[in-house]
C-alpha cells in the first residue's frame, strides 16, 4: 500500500492519520508540490487532478481524502467502528464528511492556504466563514457530544479535525469554543493518532 502525501496538506492528514488509527503498514511517498511533482504526467496517471492525497492498494487508486477514509474504514476495521453499519449513523458521517469538504475547506482549510500559499481567497472571509461554522454548527453540537457521530470516534471526527485544529497559525482563536477545543483534545489522545504539523514545522524541516 501507498500514500501519496505531502506533510503540509490536511487534507493527505486524513488518509495518513486512518492508516495509523488502524496501525497499517504502508510506504509513504512525499510529492514534492514546490517543484510541481504533483502535475507531472507520472503522478497524474494515478491522479488526474494533480492533489494530494493518494492512496495505492494493489489495484484499487483512489484520488480523494474523504474517499480514501471510507475505503480504509470498510477495508481495514472489521469492527465497523469508524463507519456505522447504521443506517442513520452512516448518514450522519456523510453529512460531517461533506461539511469537512465544503464548510472546512471554504473557512479553516481556506484561510490557512490564503495565508501561506497565496491561494486567491479572500483571507477575512475565511476567518468570518470559521467562527460562522464554529458558532453555528461546530460548538453546539459539540456541547451534547463527545463526538461529531454517535458515542465514538468515526471517520467524520478524522476528516474534521485537521483544518480546525490548525487555525491557531493563521492567527483564528479558538478560545470561545471550548467544546470544539476539548473535541480537538480527544481525538488528539487517540492510540496512534499523529497530531497534524503546521506549516512552519514542515517548511522549517524542508529548509
Known sequence: MKLY??????HAHRASAMLSLLGLDYENVIVDLQSGAHKQPEYLKLNPLGQVPTLQDGDVVLRDSTAILTYLALQYDPARSWLPNDPELAGKVQEWLATSVKEVFEGP????????FGAPID????????????KTLFEPHLAQNDWLVGTA???????N??????????GISLADYPNVRAWLARIEALNGFPKIK???E??????
Do not use: Q
Not at 502525501?5 to 490536511?10: A, I, K, L, R, T
Not at 483571507?123 to 464554529?134: N, P
Not at 470516534?153 to 476528516?159: F, N, Y
Open 161 to 170: 479535525y485537521g483544518y480546525i485544529a490548525a487555525t491557531s497559525e493563521t
Open 5 to 10: 502525501d505531502h506533510p503540509v496538506s490536511g
Open 123 to 134: 483571507f477575512d472571509w475565511a476567518v468570518e466563514k470559521t467562527h460562522m461554522l464554529m
Open 109 to 116: 482549510c481556506g484561510a490557512r492556504i490564503s495565508k501561506f
Open 202 to 207: 514542515v517548511m522549517g524541516n524542508a529548509a
Open 153 to 159: 470516534p468515526t471517520i467524520a471526527d478524522i476528516a
Open 198 to 200: 503546521t506549516v512552519a
